[in-house]
T-cell receptor, first 114, second 117 residues
């Protein structure tokens, strides 16, 4: 299995809703990443997990809450989002944080906040 | 601070022809990694090719090859025999070896590649 699987593919949520994005990989990678990507822009790093521990938080607002329950699974919990949070959310993994290899990305969740 | 510049917002090429996408970067480091990623309309970011700065030999992956000019800080991607499936946004990225936030991927703005049938 050489894939990163993200669910759901599309999500529409109201500003008072709570929802979660899910990311799963079975490649034995021990580093996992959340990125936010606006249309026609490169991805922006949000969080990095290394060996299931939060390693990097790029000053992301607390309405985004990451969680890494095990080495294969990464969640992003969403609460009280704003319309400007609408974007493509990409998950990625790599063998280790700092690995010289490129990252393996999922297909993303297209999030719309209404 | 490191920066990555892709000066071509959009490129088009006739199917079966060759196209070169430009990427320059700015760094004072001697050891680093360079990547080209492809993002088709399906949205998945796909690693096309990677280059380690200490390797002088240009990386090649089937129809994709790079021209890595370390002194000029240039890392262009050549796509030979262009196919319709090559249509996508192409992002050039740089990363230093290491683990903290200073060592994460730095992305260029992207180049949209259009393939004309």
């Amino acid at each position: 299995d050489t894939e990163v699987t993200q669910t759901p593919k599309h999500l529409v949520m109201g500003m008072t809703n709570k929802k979660s994005l899910k990311c799963e990989q079975h490649m034995g990678h021990r580093a996992m990443y959340w990125y936010k990507q606006k249309a026609k822009k490169p991805p922006e790093l949000m969080f990095v997990y290394s060996y299931e521990k939060l390693s990097i938080n790029e000053s992301v607002p607390s309405r985004f809450s990451p969680e890494c329950p095990n080495s294969s699974l990464l969640n992003l919990h969403l609460h009280a989002l704003q319309p400007e949070d609408s974007a493509l959310y990409l998950c990625a993994s790599s063998p280790r944080q700092g690995s010289p290899h490129g990252y393996t990305f999922g297909s993303g969740t297209r999030l719309t906040v209404v | 601070a490191q920066t990555v510049t892709q000066s071509q917002p959009e490129m088009s090429v006739q199917e079966a022809e060759t196209v070169t996408l430009s990427c320059t970067y700015d760094t004072s480091e001697s050891d680093y990694y360079l990547f080209w990623y492809k993002q088709p309309p399906s949205r998945q970011m796909i690693l096309v090719i990677r280059q380690e700065a200490y390797k002088q030999q240009n990386a090649t992956e089937n129809r994709f090859s790079v021209n890595f000019q370390k002194a000029a800080k240039s890392f262009s991607l050549k796509i030979s025999d262009s196919q319709l499936g090559d249509a996508a946004m192409y992002f050039c990225a740089y990363r230093r070896p290491g683990m903290d936030s200073n060592y994460q991927l730095i992305w260029g703005a992207g180049t949209k590649l259009i393939i004309k049938p």
